[in-house]
């Protein structure tokens, strides 16, 4: 074995250590967002409910 294959199993050994901890799994980046179908139901019913409103008031959406 030479010093790069080494250093290439010590990081790969290092990122399989990470993922059987769950360090990937908690990203916080995308916390806020559900599914898609979700996200897009709530979208949905945003847009009925704004449409709604506007009808009321009688304007034209």
Do not use: P, W
């Not at 010093?3 to 399989?16: E, F, H, N, V, W």
């Not at 990937?24 to 409103?53: C, T």
């Amino acid at each position: 074995m030479n010093l790069s294959s080494i250093a290439r199993c010590a990081k790969a050994s290092a990122l399989m250590t990470k993922v059987k901890n769950g360090h990937y799994v908690n990203n916080n980046k995308f916390r806020n967002f559900g599914s898609v179908i979700e996200d897009s139901i709530f979208a949905q019913q945003k847009e009925a409910d704004r449409r709604l409103a506007l009808l009321r008031k009688g304007t034209k959406a």
